[in-house]
């Protein structure tokens, strides 16, 4: 079965400081992967998608993702953080009209 | 184009009673699935549905039931409403190709507390 693993629950920048989310897929097969944003109180909103077109994706808000094969990874990352990026970060895979979510980063931005 | 909604936002629901949450779909979806979202277990997906029939289940009770209309409309059901099923309920519309490519866009959920 397709999963993905979030490092880190928890992560703490100060403004404009980078931003690195790190996310691992476990798949047999070439995954589909996703990154969503969630504000407090809200839905998840599509940040970004890799299916396979180019190993670097951007996506919305200045973020974006690189896959990595050789470490089975889709870390997510920003080059400067902004207070608005407080959130909470999912990665997921597509295993068949069914998302399988990481457990969720939470971003913290310190003035 | 609208996004997807869900009403009602927020329930407030006693032990042993049943709530029906609902869904509308992007127009140009025709696949709707459920997930719950809970502090313990996080995001956990509950069921899929296109053409109005049930195409993939997550691993749930029976007592947490769905269906979908012809429109694309979907309502999930919770039946014998236990202090676990409190969570925000988050229905997702695709177009429903069946192709893992396919997106899923969320709307903004329904927060269900049981006491």
């Known amino acids: 079965a397709q999963s993905v693993t979030q490092l880190g629950s928890h992560v703490s920048v100060s403004e404009g400081a980078l931003v690195l989310l790190r996310c691992n897929y476990s798949?047999?097969?070439?995954?589909?992967l996703f990154w969503y944003v969630q504000y407090p109180n809200q839905g998840l909103q599509l940040l970004l998608k890799?299916?396979?077109?180019?190993?670097l994706v951007k996506g919305i808000n200045g973020f974006e993702a690189e896959f990595k094969k050789s470490e089975t990874s889709f870390h997510l990352t920003k080059p400067s953080a902004h207070m608005s990026d407080a959130a909470e970060y999912f990665c997921?895979?597509?295993?068949?009209?069914?998302?399988?979510f990481g457990g969720g980063t939470r971003l913290m931005v310190k003035p | 184009k609208a996004g997807v909604t869900q009403t009602p936002r927020y329930l407030i629901k006693t032990r042993g009673q049943q709530v029906t949450l609902s869904c509308s779909p992007i127009?140009?979806?025709?696949?709707v699935s459920w997930y719950q979202q809970t502090p313990g277990q996080g995001l956990q997906f509950l069921f899929e549905?296109?053409?109005?029939?049930?195409?993939n289940k997550g691993n749930f009770p029976g007592r947490f039931s769905g269906r979908q209309f012809s429109n694309s409309r979907s309502e999930m059901n919770v039946s014998t409403l236990e202090l676990g099923d409190s969570a925000l309920y988050l229905c997702?519309?695709?177009?429903?190709?069946?192709?893992?490519?396919?997106?899923?866009?969320f709307g903004p959920g329904t927060r269900l507390t049981v006491l």
């Open positions: 997702a519309s695709s177009l429903g190709t069946g192709r893992i490519t396919d997106t899923q866009y």
């Open positions: 798949s047999s097969v070439p995954p589909y």
């Open positions: 890799y299916t396979s077109a180019a190993t």
């Open positions: 997921a895979v597509n295993a068949g009209n069914m998302l399988t």
């Open positions: 127009s140009g979806h025709r696949s």
């Open positions: 549905y296109f053409s109005e029939t049930q195409r």
